[in-house]
């Protein structure tokens, strides 16, 4: 079946470090990808969404670029900030459908 | 305010006795869906809705009842819940699946 596999956290970073936090898929068909962003005690919010192949989804400093060929959606940032320590998660929405599968989410802990 | 309310936010209950969990939203949204996160396991759906009267089955239904209807709201029901249903839940809207506001959270304990 579907899935989304995230790397594992936490995932420690000095401020205006770079970012990186690597996400594959497994799915049938075209597939949207996303990700989300959870801050402590809070719900989630979308960040970012690619929904084709070569898409690159983008907002508030964070890119990810739709690879098919690598079946990747990695999120990058090229100047973390403290107030980026959150849980993020990767997910893909199965074409056709209401599903939504999320990765088992990264912690981020940025240290001033 | 546009939002998503679930209430309770905190429950402590014991297995077998009958709960439910509210959501409603106020943005009109034709999407709505019922999530659990549990450590190391991420976010797992439960039930979706693409529109009023229609429901669907997530990844991990069992044990679990919903109903849609209203556009609103969406509840969630354990008719018999079990320790193995302690988890955070969330609620979600969107005008379609694409784009998700998620509620606060429901902190659910059975013991």
């Known amino acids: 079946g579907d899935s989304v596999t995230q790397m594992e956290g936490p995932v420690t970073l000095s401020e205006e470090a770079f970012l990186t936090i690597n996400c594959t898929y497994t799915?049938?068909?075209?597939?949207?990808l996303f990700w989300y962003v959870q801050y402590p005690g809070e719900g989630l919010q979308l960040l970012l969404k690619?929904?084709?192949?070569?898409d690159k989804g983008s907002n508030k400093g964070f890119e990810a670029t739709y690879r098919k060929e690598t079946t990747s959606f990695h999120l990058e940032k090229g100047s973390v900030q403290v107030s980026d320590s959150a849980v993020y998660f990767c997910?893909?929405?199965?074409?056709?459908?209401?599903?939504?599968?999320f990765g088992q989410g990264t912690t981020l802990q940025v240290k001033p | 305010e546009a939002q998503v309310t679930q209430n309770p936010r905190y429950l402590i209950t014991v297995t077998g006795k009958k709960l439910t969990v509210t959501c409603s939203q106020n943005?009109?949204?034709?999407?709505m869906s019922w999530y659990r996160q549990d450590p190391g396991l991420g976010l797992r759906q439960i039930y979706y809705?693409?529109?009023?009267?229609?429901?669907d089955k997530g990844d991990v239904p069992e044990g679990y009842k919903v109903s849609r209807k209203e556009k609103r709201n969406f509840p969630l029901i354990l008719e018999s819940p079990s320790p193995n249903q302690t988890s955070l839940y969330f609620c979600?809207?969107?005008?379609?699946?694409?784009?998700?506001?998620f509620g606060p959270g429901t902190r659910l304990t059975v013991t």
């Open positions: 690619a929904t084709k192949a070569d």
């Open positions: 809705s693409m529109n009023v009267e229609v429901t």
């Open positions: 997910a893909l929405r199965t074409s056709n459908t209401g599903k939504l599968i």
């Open positions: 979600a809207s969107g005008q379609t699946s694409y784009e998700q506001y």
């Open positions: 799915a049938t068909g075209y597939p949207s």
């Open positions: 943005m009109n949204h034709e999407y």
